[in-house]
């Protein structure tokens, strides 16, 4: 059975710089309409690599005519960020179910990029693993 959390946790964070990945080859510059379930409202090296072949993700979404949403292919690339963290999950003590204690910390919201239109279409946090006092 799993503890419940009851003191704070304490633990130090260290992110570096936002990475802008674009595609390692030149690719297609295109507009890719998306389905009109997309229109709602509500709604490092290998990673270069694999854009080349996944393209439109490097692009930006875009609004036509209509308020027509699509994917401007244009290369631009997706953000990256590698971040440390001196805490394993297994230190909050319960299933990770929301509201999560902490998320502020450990998750970054790169300023500028929260926007539907223009921004990044996907945004890659990964933890590394060390073992090293901050």
Same mark, same amino acid.
């Given at each position: 059975?799993?503890?419940?959390?009851?003191?704070?946790?304490?633990?130090?964070?260290?992110? /570096?710089p936002?990475?802008?990945?674009?595609?390692a080859?030149p690719?297609?510059?295109?507009?890719?309409?998306?389905?009109d379930i +997309?229109?709602? &409202? =509500?709604l490092?090296?290998?990673?270069a690599?694999?854009?080349? *072949?996944?393209?439109?993700?490097?692009? %930006?979404l875009?609004e036509?005519?209509? %308020?027509?949403?699509?994917? +401007?292919?244009?290369?631009?690339?997706?953000?990256?960020?590698?971040?440390?963290? +001196?805490?394993?999950l &297994? %230190? *909050? =003590?319960? &299933?990770?179910?929301?509201?999560?204690?902490c998320?502020?910390?450990?998750?970054?919201d790169?300023?500028?990029?929260?926007?539907?239109l +223009?921004?990044?279409?996907?945004? *890659?946090?990964?933890?590394?693993?060390? /073992?090293?006092?901050?």
């Amino acid at each position: 059975m799993a503890q419940i959390l009851t003191t704070p946790l304490s633990f130090n964070v260290r992110r /570096h710089p936002p990475e802008l990945i674009v595609p390692a080859k030149p690719t297609p510059r295109e507009l890719k309409l998306l389905s009109d379930i +997309d229109d709602q &409202e =509500g709604l490092r090296e290998a990673l270069a690599k694999a854009l080349v *072949f996944y393209y439109p993700l490097a692009g %930006r979404l875009k609004e036509g005519l209509a %308020r027509k949403l699509m994917v +401007d292919c244009s290369g631009q690339g997706v953000l990256f960020i590698e971040a440390e963290a +001196d805490v394993s999950l &297994e %230190r *909050f =003590g319960v &299933e990770l179910q929301p509201p999560f204690p902490c998320r502020d910390e450990l998750l970054y919201d790169v300023p500028g990029s929260s926007g539907l239109l +223009d921004s990044p279409l996907i945004l *890659f946090q990964v933890r590394i693993n060390v /073992h090293r006092q901050f």
